[in-house]
């Protein structure tokens, strides 16, 4: 079976590696983009992951724009917004993610969340 | 890495069992034979009645356990994952990661099925205070105020022979104990394994509970309310990065693999949150607005590091040179507030993609922030923020 695989988007490289390091751990495959224009391209070039995993404040495009315009593609994968952002519930209305997550996040509430979104294959 | 605790060294178990016999049936201390804070922690057990040969049950009832649990909610929610972690690096070995409130009452445990579930191993609800529990890895944390190790007999109450116990109390904002974790192993290899993670995971866990402290005090700070929020955030981000950091310490370590690279990032990005969070509170006003001796140099350095993720989603680059010491005596908080107009109007006025250049120059009577950046208009855009030099 293929593992479930995650688009992480995030400007800070050393988050993005000490995640996509976790996750690998438990058995995703991950994809990481520094930033939404970034991961835009990847999905402009046919990426299809399971899951999207988003910041919400980084430079160019923020977290709720990445996800709009990543659905506007027809990419309707599950989308978690993990930030520090003290109203980030509403953002993750606002915009339509699927979960929110705080900074800082343990890693087993982030990697139960991640799996109860995975779509049933 | 640096590390704020020794570990304990040099005396043969024998040795210091030998001293223990000797000084639970004379009181005195054979000094070449025990190391001096374990031996403070036996006199104080001592002069608090403590029974070595039996620990003194006082363990809450169910319902004031679960209501201090209740009470101590937000430490035991920030807590539970470093313990799980701790827990995590030991492995397979017997072992118990614990939380202590500031008293010393133990409010969660996360260790292998048989040290739970021995009943006469504590439990939440337990008070391992030094009066209560002589000298052990809660207790002795909490009255020296830093990071111990008791090894077998070191602790004061024979039945915590068996053990080797750590403990780091986790200090509030103005440094008062607020809790205390400790991690008790059977084998003192464990002990030593876990010894970095333990002292990393109370960093983290302090850190935590001082980034709810900051987002409290934001309500307070109206005018900047925006801007404060957003380096709010980006403070967090350093803690949201050790967390990870440390997860996967402890698995390497779990998995016996060198942890030392991971848990030195993660002690950085702990430093460097405290700076920032330093940085931030001044903004904030939450500090005295007294004149104060500070240096120029460090507090420009840490201003710039905080300001790196406001200034990249503004797509501006800061070029800071980094100088010589300058003592300055000023109103701490009022410069730093000096400083974050400044960079914020530099950050405004530049166009995207440019850069400013921040650097400092030391006159006869004063140290001077210069900013400069390059305008729209091809003009030259430069501000400047003064302190008085320490004479």
Redesign the interface.
Same mark, same amino acid.
């Given at each position: 079976m293929k593992p479930p695989h995650v688009l992480v988007v995030d400007d800070e490289g050393n988050l993005r590696a000490a995640l996509n390091m976790l996750l690998s751990m438990e058995g995703f495959q991950v994809t990481e983009a520094p930033g939404g224009e970034h991961a835009l391209e990847l999905v402009s070039a046919g990426l299809r992951p399971d899951l999207l995993l988003l910041d919400y404040r980084m430079p160019g495009l923020n977290g709720g724009q990445t996800l709009e315009r990543i659905r506007a593609q027809a990419l309707d994968a599950p989308a978690v917004l993990l930030t520090a952002a003290s109203g980030a519930h509403d953002l993750a209305r606002q915009h339509g993610f699927d979960a929110v997550l705080q900074k800082p996040v343990g890693p087993d509430v982030l990697v139960a969340t991640l799996r109860k979104l995975l779509p049933a294959k | 890495m640096s590390m704020r605790f020794q570990a304990a060294s040099g005396h043969s178990p024998n040795g210091v069992r030998a001293a223990w016999r000797q000084f639970v049936d004379s009181g005195t201390i054979d000094a070449a034979r025990v190391r001096m804070p374990i031996a403070q922690a036996w006199r104080r057990s001592r002069t608090a009645g403590c029974d070595p040969y039996q620990v003194r049950a006082d363990v809450l009832s169910p319902a004031d356990t679960a209501a201090l649990i209740r009470a101590e909610g937000r430490l035991v929610e920030i807590a539970?994952?470093f313990l799980?972690a701790l827990s995590r690096a030991a492995g397979a070995e017997r072992h118990a990661a614990m939380l202590g409130d500031a008293s010393g009452r133990v409010l969660k445990i996360v260790g292998d099925a048989e040290t739970v579930a021995d009943e006469n191993f504590p439990r939440a609800g337990s008070l391992l205070s030094e009066a209560t529990a002589g000298a052990n890895g809660i207790g002795t944390a909490l009255a020296e105020g830093s990071y111990v190790e008791l090894v077998g007999p070191e602790h004061f109450i024979e039945g915590f022979h068996v053990f080797t116990c750590q403990g780091v109390p986790l200090l509030g904002l103005r440094r008062e104990p607020v809790g205390v974790l400790s991690m008790s192993v059977r084998k003192q290899a464990t002990a030593a394994k876990v010894r970095d993670i333990l002292f990393c995971a109370s960093e983290a866990a302090e850190c935590?509970l001082l980034?709810e402290r900051l987002?409290e005090t &934001?309500a307070s700070a109206a005018p900047l309310e925006h801007i404060l929020?957003?380096l709010? =955030?980006?403070i967090? =981000?350093r803690? *949201?990065?050790?967390? &990870? =950091?440390f997860?996967?310490a402890a698995?390497q370590i779990a998995a016996g693999t060198d942890a030392f690279a991971t848990l030195s *990032?993660a002690q950085q990005?702990i430093q460097k949150f405290r700076r920032q969070a330093a940085v931030w509170r001044n903004l904030v006003g939450q500090s005295t607005a007294a004149a104060e001796p500070a240096e120029l140099a460090d507090l420009v350095d840490d201003f710039i590091s905080l300001m790196e993720?406001e200034a990249?989603?503004a797509?501006v680059q800061l070029a800071w040179k980094r100088a010589d010491r300058s003592l300055v005596f000023d109103d701490v908080q009022a410069l730093s507030q000096r400083l974050l107009t400044a960079l914020l109007n530099a950050i405004q006025v530049t166009l995207p993609g440019g850069q400013i250049t921040v650097s400092l120059v030391k006159l006869e009577r004063e140290a001077v922030v210069m900013l400069g950046s390059r305008l729209a208009d091809g003009s030259e855009y430069v501000d400047r923020v003064a302190a008085p030099l320490v004479r």
């Open positions: - | 539970t994952p799980a935590e980034s987002t &934001l929020e957003a709010r =955030q980006d967090v =981000q803690i *949201a990065m050790a967390r &990870l =950091q997860e996967l698995r *990032a990005l993720t990249r989603v797509h």
